[in-house]
């Protein structure tokens, strides 16, 4: 099946600083979406990417679907006590009532 | 904004007892899922459902599980028999389109003892 990883696994930061993540995939992905998951609650969308080479940006979040449509990067600059997390990035493609793939997450852990 | 919103927050059984998890889709959304976390690991796709039918499941949703809409507000998900390996958090999603405003539910954690 579509594996997506995601790396790294998990970093610890100075609150200031700035992140960047990366997911990629085994196969083709139409769409991209990252995710930011808090302890005992659901995935909430960060950014959504529609086409390849696409760079979105949202506040302090920016990512980019990357032009092979294997790959997707998140950066977070500036990162403030509040981003502590795990973010997931996740694939979809086009079809009726179609399914994310997620990734293996990376957690996120700021200092201050 | 609008919710997904799901019930009970948590839930524990004994291994054997039916579990029946419920969510209340975004009322304009068409297209409902679930999926499923274990601890410490990565979110998994469990069935979609559109247009009151299945439209796709994972292999880890077998003769055990079932998906019901009863009415026009409430999808649920059914475990006949549940087993120690059934504990995880369950997510329900729905959307409005196929790849757009895909939301989250804050889960369902089932404790299977």
């Known amino acids: 099946g579509q594996q997506l990883n995601q790396s790294p696994q998990s970093m610890f930061i100075q609150e200031g600083e700035d992140v960047s993540m990366n997911c990629t995939s085994s196969?083709?992905?139409?769409?991209w979406l990252w995710y930011k998951q808090d302890p005992g609650e659901g995935p909430v969308l960060l950014i959504a990417?529609?086409?390849?080479?696409e760079l979105t940006s949202n506040g302090r979040l920016t990512a980019q679907f990357g032009t092979t449509r294997k790959d997707s990067f998140l950066n977070i600059s500036a990162s403030i006590p509040s981003d502590v997390g795990i973010y997931f990035c996740?694939?979809?493609?086009?079809?009726?009532?179609?399914?994310?793939?997620f990734g293996t997450g990376t957690r996120l852990q700021v200092t201050l | 904004e609008p919710e997904v919103t799901q019930t009970p927050s948590h839930q524990v059984t004994q291994m054997g007892q039916e579990v029946i998890l419920r969510c209340v889709p975004i009322?304009?959304?068409?297209?409902f899922y679930w999926y499923r976390q274990i601890l410490g690991q990565k979110v998994e796709f469990l069935v979609s459902?559109?247009?009151?039918?299945?439209?796709?499941k994972s292999e880890i949703f077998d003769d055990q599980f079932s998906v019901e809409r009863p009415d026009g507000s409430n999808f649920t998900l059914k475990i006949r028999s549940t087993k120690l390996e059934d504990s995880a958090m369950y997510f329900c999603?729905?959307?409005?389109?196929?790849?757009?405003?895909?939301?989250f539910g804050s889960g369902t954690r089932l404790t299977v003892v």
């Open positions: 999603a729905s959307s409005e389109l196929e790849q757009t405003g895909y939301t």
């Open positions: 196969s083709i992905f139409n769409t």
């Open positions: 990417l529609y086409k390849a080479g």
């Open positions: 996740a694939g979809l493609n086009t079809g009726t009532a179609s399914k994310l793939t």
């Open positions: 009322s304009n959304h068409l297209y």
């Open positions: 459902f559109y247009n009151n039918e299945i439209s796709e």
